[in-house]
Protein backbone atom coordinates (compact mmCIF):
# COMPACT_ATOMS: atom_id res chain seq x y z
CA UNK A 1 0.00 0.00 0.00
CA UNK A 2 1.33 3.48 -0.75
CA UNK A 3 1.46 6.19 2.17
CA UNK A 4 3.51 9.31 2.90
CA UNK A 5 4.54 10.83 5.96
CA UNK A 6 5.25 14.30 6.67
CA UNK A 7 7.43 14.67 9.90
CA UNK A 8 7.03 17.97 11.53
CA UNK A 9 2.94 19.03 12.07
CA UNK A 10 4.18 22.73 12.70
CA UNK A 11 7.63 24.12 11.35
CA UNK A 12 8.39 27.89 12.06
CA UNK A 13 10.43 30.06 10.23
CA UNK A 14 11.68 33.70 10.21
CA UNK A 15 10.81 35.84 6.68
CA UNK A 16 13.72 35.45 4.88
CA UNK A 17 14.73 32.31 5.82
CA UNK A 18 15.13 28.53 4.39
CA UNK A 19 12.00 26.77 4.31
CA UNK A 20 12.52 23.16 4.53
CA UNK A 21 8.85 20.89 4.73
CA UNK A 22 10.10 16.92 4.79
CA UNK A 23 8.04 14.24 3.15
CA UNK A 24 8.78 10.68 3.50
CA UNK A 25 6.81 8.32 0.95
CA UNK A 26 5.97 4.11 0.96
CA UNK A 27 4.87 2.76 -2.60
CA UNK A 28 5.67 -0.55 -4.26
CA UNK A 29 5.99 1.13 -7.89
CA UNK A 30 7.55 4.38 -8.66
CA UNK A 31 5.02 6.69 -6.98
CA UNK A 32 3.83 9.88 -8.30
CA UNK A 33 3.98 12.68 -5.36
CA UNK A 34 2.40 16.01 -5.50
CA UNK A 35 2.78 19.23 -3.38
CA UNK A 36 -0.56 21.13 -2.58
CA UNK A 37 -1.20 24.03 -0.39
CA UNK A 38 -3.88 24.98 1.79
CA UNK A 39 -4.23 28.92 2.78
CA UNK A 40 -7.12 29.67 5.70
CA UNK A 41 -10.46 28.75 4.73
CA UNK A 42 -9.75 27.78 0.89
CA UNK A 43 -9.14 24.46 -1.29
CA UNK A 44 -6.09 22.94 -2.35
CA UNK A 45 -3.43 24.34 -4.53
CA UNK A 46 -1.33 22.56 -6.74
CA UNK A 47 2.32 23.59 -5.93
CA UNK A 48 4.04 21.37 -7.54
CA UNK A 49 4.29 17.00 -8.80
CA UNK A 50 6.83 15.06 -9.77
CA UNK A 51 5.84 12.34 -12.42
CA UNK A 52 8.89 10.38 -13.29
CA UNK A 53 10.67 13.14 -15.15
CA UNK A 54 13.44 15.04 -14.06
CA UNK A 55 14.08 14.88 -9.93
CA UNK A 56 14.48 18.15 -9.38
CA UNK A 57 11.05 19.34 -9.36
CA UNK A 58 10.19 23.78 -10.10
CA UNK A 59 7.01 24.82 -8.29
CA UNK A 60 5.08 28.02 -7.94
CA UNK A 61 5.38 31.03 -5.71
CA UNK A 62 9.53 29.65 -5.44
CA UNK A 63 9.11 26.83 -4.53
CA UNK A 64 10.92 23.38 -5.25
CA UNK A 65 11.01 19.87 -4.23
CA UNK A 66 14.18 16.59 -4.95
CA UNK A 67 12.79 13.85 -5.62
CA UNK A 68 15.31 10.87 -4.11
CA UNK A 69 14.98 6.98 -4.80
CA UNK A 70 17.37 6.23 -1.81
CA UNK A 71 15.90 8.13 0.66
CA UNK A 72 12.22 7.65 -0.52
CA UNK A 73 12.04 11.44 0.23
CA UNK A 74 10.21 14.63 -1.70
CA UNK A 75 10.96 17.03 0.59
CA UNK A 76 9.73 20.81 -0.47
CA UNK A 77 12.19 23.99 -0.08
CA UNK A 78 12.22 27.64 -1.02
CA UNK A 79 15.18 29.67 -0.23
CA UNK A 80 13.35 32.84 1.20
CA UNK A 81 10.01 32.66 3.27
CA UNK A 82 7.84 35.20 2.95
CA UNK A 83 5.25 36.02 4.94
CA UNK A 84 2.07 34.99 2.06
CA UNK A 85 3.82 31.51 2.60
CA UNK A 86 2.33 30.95 6.11
CA UNK A 87 -0.22 27.84 5.55
CA UNK A 88 -1.00 24.64 5.67
CA UNK A 89 1.36 22.23 3.55
CA UNK A 90 0.17 18.64 2.18
CA UNK A 91 2.52 16.01 0.19
CA UNK A 92 0.45 13.22 -1.11
CA UNK A 93 1.10 10.62 -3.46
CA UNK A 94 -1.37 9.07 -6.61
CA UNK A 95 -2.92 6.38 -6.77
CA UNK A 96 -5.27 5.21 -8.98
CA UNK A 97 -8.56 7.09 -8.82
CA UNK A 98 -7.11 8.77 -5.36
CA UNK A 99 -4.52 11.24 -3.59
CA UNK A 100 -3.49 9.37 -0.10
CA UNK A 101 -2.21 12.69 1.46
CA UNK A 102 0.12 13.11 4.30
CA UNK A 103 -0.80 14.42 7.72
CA UNK A 104 0.18 17.83 6.70
CA UNK A 105 2.40 20.51 8.11
CA UNK A 106 1.37 24.15 8.91
CA UNK A 107 4.31 26.56 8.13
CA UNK A 108 4.37 29.62 10.29
CA UNK A 109 6.72 32.42 9.17
CA UNK A 110 7.73 35.48 11.87
CA UNK A 111 8.63 38.57 10.62
CA UNK B 1 -14.59 31.62 -13.98
CA UNK B 2 -13.90 29.43 -11.18
CA UNK B 3 -12.94 25.79 -11.90
CA UNK B 4 -14.19 23.78 -9.19
CA UNK B 5 -17.29 25.23 -7.26
CA UNK B 6 -19.17 24.06 -4.39
CA UNK B 7 -22.30 24.89 -2.75
CA UNK B 8 -22.94 25.98 0.09
CA UNK B 9 -19.77 27.17 1.60
CA UNK B 10 -20.92 26.66 5.21
CA UNK B 11 -23.63 24.46 6.20
CA UNK B 12 -24.80 24.95 9.82
CA UNK B 13 -27.64 22.02 10.56
CA UNK B 14 -28.91 19.68 13.72
CA UNK B 15 -28.26 16.37 14.24
CA UNK B 16 -30.70 14.11 12.30
CA UNK B 17 -31.41 16.24 9.57
CA UNK B 18 -30.44 15.76 5.39
CA UNK B 19 -28.43 17.77 3.72
CA UNK B 20 -26.43 18.01 0.04
CA UNK B 21 -23.48 19.66 -0.83
CA UNK B 22 -23.46 20.25 -5.10
CA UNK B 23 -19.89 20.21 -7.09
CA UNK B 24 -19.57 21.71 -10.73
CA UNK B 25 -16.48 21.78 -12.91
CA UNK B 26 -15.69 23.77 -16.11
CA UNK B 27 -12.95 22.45 -16.67
CA UNK B 28 -13.93 19.50 -19.20
CA UNK B 29 -12.64 16.79 -16.51
CA UNK B 30 -13.86 13.04 -16.73
CA UNK B 31 -13.65 12.19 -12.87
CA UNK B 32 -14.53 13.54 -9.75
CA UNK B 33 -13.80 13.67 -6.08
CA UNK B 34 -15.25 13.87 -2.78
CA UNK B 35 -12.67 14.02 0.11
CA UNK B 36 -13.08 14.67 3.73
CA UNK B 37 -10.93 16.81 6.15
CA UNK B 38 -11.39 16.27 9.25
CA UNK B 39 -10.87 18.60 12.47
CA UNK B 40 -7.43 17.82 12.69
CA UNK B 41 -6.80 18.83 8.74
CA UNK B 42 -6.75 15.12 8.25
CA UNK B 43 -7.59 14.50 4.06
CA UNK B 44 -8.90 11.24 2.75
CA UNK B 45 -10.64 10.08 -0.15
CA UNK B 46 -14.44 9.45 -0.01
CA UNK B 47 -15.90 8.86 -3.54
CA UNK B 48 -14.70 8.90 -7.15
CA UNK B 49 -16.21 8.90 -10.11
CA UNK B 50 -15.06 8.29 -13.88
CA UNK B 51 -17.51 9.46 -16.52
CA UNK B 52 -20.83 9.26 -14.01
CA UNK B 53 -19.88 5.73 -13.28
CA UNK B 54 -18.48 4.83 -8.73
CA UNK B 55 -15.32 3.58 -8.88
CA UNK B 56 -14.28 4.48 -5.42
CA UNK B 57 -16.18 4.26 -2.11
CA UNK B 58 -13.65 4.08 0.68
CA UNK B 59 -15.54 2.79 3.29
CA UNK B 60 -18.02 5.51 3.73
CA UNK B 61 -21.26 4.75 5.64
CA UNK B 62 -24.59 4.54 3.55
CA UNK B 63 -25.47 7.53 4.80
CA UNK B 64 -23.24 9.16 1.99
CA UNK B 65 -24.73 8.95 -0.90
CA UNK B 66 -23.23 10.91 -4.34
CA UNK B 67 -24.83 11.36 -7.66
CA UNK B 68 -23.40 12.30 -10.55
CA UNK B 69 -25.97 13.66 -13.09
CA UNK B 70 -23.43 14.25 -15.76
CA UNK B 71 -19.69 14.56 -16.16
CA UNK B 72 -19.36 18.05 -14.98
CA UNK B 73 -21.48 17.60 -11.64
CA UNK B 74 -20.93 15.51 -8.26
CA UNK B 75 -23.42 15.98 -5.81
CA UNK B 76 -23.27 14.45 -1.90
CA UNK B 77 -26.20 14.11 0.02
CA UNK B 78 -26.13 12.98 3.63
CA UNK B 79 -28.67 10.93 5.31
CA UNK B 80 -29.57 11.20 8.65
CA UNK B 81 -26.56 14.16 9.49
CA UNK B 82 -24.47 12.84 12.95
CA UNK B 83 -21.69 14.81 15.28
CA UNK B 84 -18.77 13.27 14.09
CA UNK B 85 -20.07 14.17 10.27
CA UNK B 86 -18.47 17.58 10.87
CA UNK B 87 -15.73 18.39 9.16
CA UNK B 88 -14.93 20.29 5.84
CA UNK B 89 -15.98 18.39 2.04
CA UNK B 90 -13.83 19.04 -0.78
CA UNK B 91 -14.40 18.17 -4.21
CA UNK B 92 -12.11 17.79 -6.69
CA UNK B 93 -11.90 17.24 -10.49
CA UNK B 94 -9.01 15.24 -12.82
CA UNK B 95 -8.78 13.98 -16.65
CA UNK B 96 -9.36 10.51 -16.70
CA UNK B 97 -6.87 8.43 -14.09
CA UNK B 98 -3.49 7.46 -15.55
CA UNK B 99 -1.85 5.54 -12.72
CA UNK B 100 -2.13 8.45 -10.48
CA UNK B 101 -0.28 11.56 -12.00
CA UNK B 102 -2.83 13.56 -12.93
CA UNK B 103 -3.31 16.10 -11.42
CA UNK B 104 -6.64 16.86 -9.27
CA UNK B 105 -8.25 20.26 -9.03
CA UNK B 106 -9.72 21.30 -5.56
CA UNK B 107 -13.40 23.57 -4.93
CA UNK B 108 -12.68 25.97 -2.44
CA UNK B 109 -14.82 23.31 0.72
CA UNK B 110 -18.31 23.13 2.13
CA UNK B 111 -17.90 23.47 5.81
CA UNK B 112 -20.48 21.35 7.84
CA UNK B 113 -21.55 21.99 11.52
CA UNK B 114 -23.92 19.69 13.06
CA UNK B 115 -25.20 20.08 16.49
Known sequence: AQSVTQLGSHVSVSEGALVLLRCNY???VPPYLFWYVQYPNQGLQLLLKYTSAATLVKGINGFEAEFKKSETSFHLTKPSAHMSDAAEYFCAVGSSYKLIFGSGTRLLVRP | DTAVS???KYLVTQMGN???????????????YW????????????FSYNNKELIINETVPNRFSPKSPDKAHLNL?????EL???A???????HAPAGGKETQYFGPGTRLLVL
Do not use: W
Not at chain 2, 18 to 32: F, R, V, Y
Not at chain 2, 77 to 81: E, K, R, V
Open chain 2, 35 to 46: YKQDSKKFLKIM
Open chain 2, 84 to 86: GDS
Open chain 2, 6 to 8: QTP
Open chain 1, 26 to 28: SSS
Open chain 2, 77 to 81: HINSL
Open chain 2, 18 to 32: DKSIKCEQNLGHDTM
Open chain 2, 88 to 94: VYFCASS
